[in-house]
């Protein structure tokens, strides 16, 4: 795929064509510019097998922005369409669609509320609220999902293995074996929800975080190849770099060898007046390998020298590895917490593919039609309870107790205002009979989750800075119960519905069980308010 | 990001960053334009915990070379270059070496064989050999593998669905819940693999295949929402797609209202002189409605129509799927193979990341420099024997039985021709005792796998096209043996070097065993040709 082919692919054709097709109905039929209301939430926590996650993080709805800024159907693509035919042979696109296409085919009349990048979220609750032409808001369904499942899941992953490393540094390197030019959107994501750094030199220059590496084993074979050895190629490594020197010391015999020969140039850096940065470890036991290392950087006098992991690492790798070192430093007569302190962690193939769970299960689903001025909710009935999406306009809040950490996400109607009441009653989406109740006392906030991102294309929030981005995800993370960060059988959140909303919901179930197949339009809801 | 961000992190810059320290490495030491060899190969096929992979289809290559084409170090990349900066706040990249960059920082002077797309392929087999300057060949490393890795992984996928479907229609449609515009390389894979058709519409234009879909649930709800019925819905739909007409039948119950009412629709079209496609069930238990779904259609007339699977799909569930209506269609008075044969498949996520095993284990390892005008072999000692690469310049040959399926693959030294040997010996790459004799009277044909794919950056090979892909892997799936496609517990295909490679091995590492450290080379292998 050369690169104009590629701007073809990645414009406005990246969408699936029944988005296309139903488009042309609702057109056929005068619905294609009813305004219409699509919810992005998805329905479960990443579950990677034999552990889960208890929260995500939120991630991707810059990339999407700007995708959608970029994305129209211009010349090339409405030709693709020209060209596309039937079974019949005749043309599957009619010209007065096409040249509607031409005229509104673009992402400008969308308008979007969504939930800062970096944020912790919940199943169930609505991440991104979009508002548009019907036609227009589903054409957008694909992308938005690429865009923000991904994103998503890895922010997550990297969140986790964050936690399970102690907030060490991590270091995402997965772009040998992630999925296609994909990677660069997942060391966003990585970068976002626990990275500090990417390996990855476009990406993190876009970015504005200065890629980071170390070597790879090819370096000490060419030198071996050559006549030359393994502390030859130490040497000149370190006598180019040598205020950046990481040596990876298993390309032979890691305690035998590498670590060996990495002190002796260390000692010829020190002598130079240089402070070397550490060592890689890339293979074998791990844990018991850092602790060796340990004591030998140590007894050189390098107590400070870094000692980074690498080698199909995650989150319960980290934990074990960790687990080890704690077990076993005792025995060995070196302090656990000060070698786990001088760890770092690079991460590659199990973080940009979250291995275990490779796909969020996020979906776009209609909630809300506009007509005669009002929003008319829109259900799926089949599904079962906990599948079906929570009908119409809505707000979420976020209620922190008096810890100050989040207890319950609240899905209420768009006109209440939960930070006023007196006591809040929080349903089980689901559950009749489960329910819960709150003093607003009780609460030292209730927090508006959704901002207003894009009214009709107009972009109404600057770009984050990862920094940003990260420093949300810190703080809410900081805000979750321990329960909720547990790495494997993690407590569970709480995501309610208001009492009116519920109501709504069961009112709304009701009413489609009894009048199908009708003529009538679903009650819009008595108290939503006639504008959007 | 923007376009022009995403130009800058998608060209040459898609590496990591040890790429670029090493070769100024080899810059600063004259080693940079030291004529090396890298093999690309994978380790192990797929496991995807409770079935694994016997086989793989390879693909990837045609989209690197595009990539390998275009990317080269121009002022932008440079200019990156030039502002990263290490711990002691100096420039990492020194001037004189950018200037090379500059100059020589493009792929024209690699040269590459290769394996072509589609082809089955095996573990430790080298697929693509590259061989060029040490500092080009070792910055083309990420995405070598980036490309390869992840487009051999799907198309293994779509190759398995495709088997265990029978051969009936798969449609891919992964974009929503991919890994970003990695989907764009992974519809192409799963094309190439076993999918006929995709969603995908971009995609699916550049790659000149027309581009599939039906409806989603929203299309139904909209019309509930505004007051009509899924009749409405479907007759709507099939009044704009008279000839095209596949409807969606689980918005509201299945069996009581989808079918009956897609089948009421379908006879209004047949009145009217035109032949409904077929029905799509997302949802349920998938037999068993298939089974219900094909006798109402065929009471109704419509025996044709094709029944679309689609929700989280992959070959262990569709063989499920396939298992029990072949158990229950006896009882339903129904013909299983007519039922099956009417299937269709849409698979998505599934298939797009390769659900159960994301990633494939690639790998791309310097195996031989060249030093006064002869490739010496390079080793990476500490691995275990399984890990190693096989050293040194080689080809690769695919050995056919009698009955003309593959019966082996056979990795040689360079200037072996086994076809000429009226015995060949296969040797287990790692385990001394065990080896196996053919007779080249047994042998139905000996097969080169590699061809040249690059001299020096100029291309060999025109791209081929997805049909020509498809014909090769549907040549060498039916060449395999049955064992071999087994979904679980396959049988293991046979790699093997021959004496010469295997002794050639066993030399060196008794050499580097003995000879570490040490100041001389290793020994180059006696018969190895002295030109490339």
Known sequence: MNREQQQLAEGVLFTDEYQLTMAQMYFRLGLHETPAQFDYFFRSYPDYGAHKAGFCVFAGLDWLLDWMAESRFGPAELDCLRSQTGRAGTPLFGADFLAWLGRHGSFEALSMRGVAEGRVVHPHVPLVVVTGPLAVAQILETALLNQLNYQTLIATKAARIRESGRGQLVIEFGARRGHGKGVTAGARAALIGGADFSSNVGISHVLGLPPKGTHAHSMVQAFLALGMSELDAFRAFAETYPDDCVLLVDTIDTLGSGIPNAIRVFEELRRRGHRPVGIRLDSGDLAHLSLQAAKMLDAAGFPDATIFLSNELDELSIWQILTQIAEEAGRNGVDADRIIGRLAYGVGTRLVTSAGDAALSGVYKLVAL????????????????????????????????????????????????????????????????????????????????????????????????????RARRRADVERLDPGVKRLMNPHIYHVSLSEKMWQRKQRLIAAMRAGLPRREPLPPDPATPTSA
């Open 370 to 469: 506009r007509r005669e001025g009002k929003w008319v909710p829109a259900m799926k009935l089949s599904e079962s309870p906990a599948k079906m999406p929570i009908p119409g306009d809505k707000r979420v809040w976020r209620l922190y107790d008096r810890r100050g950490k989040a207890t319950a996400d609240l899905v209420a109607a768009r006109e209440e205002e939960p930070s006023a009441q007196q006591e809040i009653v929080l349903r089980h989406p689901n559950e009749t009979s489960l329910h819960r109740r709150l003093r607003r006392g009780d609460l030292q906030a209730v927090e508006p989750l959704l901002e207003e991102v894009l009214c009709e294309g107009r972009r109404l929030l600057a770009p984050a800075e990862i920094e940003q981005m």
